[in-house]
Every structure is written in C-alpha cells, then in structure tokens.
C-alpha cells in the first residue's frame, strides 16, 4: 500500500486519491473539427513513461487536485504540488 501526500491534509493512504491523467497533456481544440483517432488518443493514450513523471491526482475527502511528481519505477514520491493556494 502507498501514501500519498496531499497538499492540503497530508500523508494519506492510497485509497482515498484518484488518478485523473497525465500531466501537460493538450487537450484537441474542440472549435475544430477533430477526428475520431486524435480525440482517441486525447482521452485514452498514455506514454507511460518509465522513471519521474508528473500526473494529476484527486484526493476524494478534500475534493482538491494537484500533480503528483514520483517515480514510476520505484513507486517514490518526490512532492505535491498543490493546484491552489489555500487562500483561494
């Protein structure tokens, strides 16, 4: 089992975050026609790329989203960074 540091409550246990998606990804511009392959990709595509990576994570009892920096092969977690400051 991991933790997961949440910026906002802490070191928490895995089970209360959820994955959303890879972080920096661009979303198609929608004013634009986009083909069934590229919208495809956009949602469902992941690089899965091995060693530090930033993804985007959701911790279900605060409701808040940040990116979560760690090490895919070795399952370290380097830091969270919050999407908001807490005076928002």
């Known amino acids: 089992m991991q933790r997961f540091p949440c910026p906002f409550c ?45 993804e985007v994570w959701m911790h279900l009892s605060c409701r808040e989203v940040f990116i979560l920096r760690r090490n895919r092969s070795s399952l370290a977690v380097e830091k969270a960074i919050a999407l908001r400051t807490e005076a928002e």
């Open 10 to 54: 802490g070191l928490r246990d895995e089970r209360e975050f959820h994955y959303l998606a890879e972080a920096g990804k661009t979303r198609p511009d929608t004013t634009q026609p986009i083909d069934d392959n590229t919208w495809a990709d956009y949602l469902y595509g992941k690089t899965n790329t091995e060693g530090v990576v930033d």
